[in-house]
């Protein structure tokens, strides 16, 4: 089982700036893919960015604004925003992929809420 804790969201104005953070813990693989998804309201979950053996991986819509790293050693990930946007606004999850026991699993954290707004 994997369990992951994440932090950081708040209220912010635009053009301002949030780091998130995401720490996993648990029985992990090596092998893992760790990233950021988000959810406005009446909106579907949708990817920001993630982050495969030093590959990032953003969304078009964050492009230039938002940088995500990792800390292996921690087993977290980080999501930088910069430049945020009322259309940022949402509740961000963290995503976690593994492949353990022959087999890739996945494991998502309870959200944390982000907000633009002036």
């Known amino acids: 089982q994997v369990q992951l804790v994440e932090s950081g969201g708040g209220l912010v104005q635009p053009g301002g700036s949030l780091r998130l953070s995401c720490s996993a813990s648990?029985?992990?693989?090596?092998?893992?893919?760790m990233g950021w998804y988000r959810q406005a309201p009446g909106k579907q979950r949708e990817l920001v960015a993630t982050e495969t053996s030093g590959r990032p991986n953003y969304a078009d819509s964050v492009k230039g604004r938002f940088t995500i790293s990792r800390d292996n050693a921690k087993n977290t990930v980080y999501l930088q925003m910069n430049g945020l946007k009322p259309e940022d606004t949402a509740v961000y999850y963290c995503?976690?992929?593994?492949?353990?026991?022959?087999?890739?699993?996945?494991?998502w954290g309870r959200g944390t809420q982000v907000t633009v707004s002036s």
């Open positions: 648990g029985s992990l693989s090596s092998i893992y893919v």
């Open positions: 995503n976690f992929k593994h492949f353990y026991a022959l087999k890739w699993a996945e494991y």
